[in-house]
């Protein structure tokens, strides 16, 4: 299994950003796909969650209203699109496999995280 995360970055607080994971290895279709995110020092967070056919999706309360998670199947590829950005939100971004639990327990099963820095 490989994913791999792009598209953090360093935005103004209120800006956007849109992360992408492109992932190999897996039959992207059937996997339920997980964003998370982790700060020097802290526990990761897990912060949205697409089941396999696209709906439904699940949001950390930290984030929803904000930020969107989608897929494109055809291209093996998990997005989130992240909207009202705020300094709490800057961490590094990493996708995984699965439901919740299951991603935040599989670390080895992560990709190498993209940075979002969200500063004034």
């Known amino acids: 299994v490989l994913l791999v995360e792009s598209g953090g970055g360093v935005v103004q607080p209120g800006g956007s950003l849109r992360l992408s994971c492109a992932a190999s290895?897996?039959?992207?279709?059937?996997?339920?796909m997980t964003w998370v995110r982790q700060t020097p020092g802290k526990e990761p967070e897990w912060v949205s969650t697409?089941?396999?056919?696209?709906?439904?999706?699940y949001y950390a309360d930290s984030v929803k209203g904000r930020f969107t998670i989608s897929r494109d199947n055809a291209k093996s590829t998990l997005y989130l699109q992240m909207n009202s950005l705020k300094p709490e939100d800057t961490a590094l971004y990493f996708c995984?496999?699965?439901?919740?639990?299951?991603?935040?327990?599989?670390?080895?099963?992560w990709g190498q995280g993209t940075q979002v820095t969200v500063s004034s």
């Open positions: 995984a496999r699965g439901y919740r639990s299951f991603a935040l327990g599989n670390r080895d099963g």
């Open positions: 290895g897996i039959t992207f279709s059937n996997e339920a």
């Open positions: 697409i089941t396999p056919g696209g709906e439904p999706n």
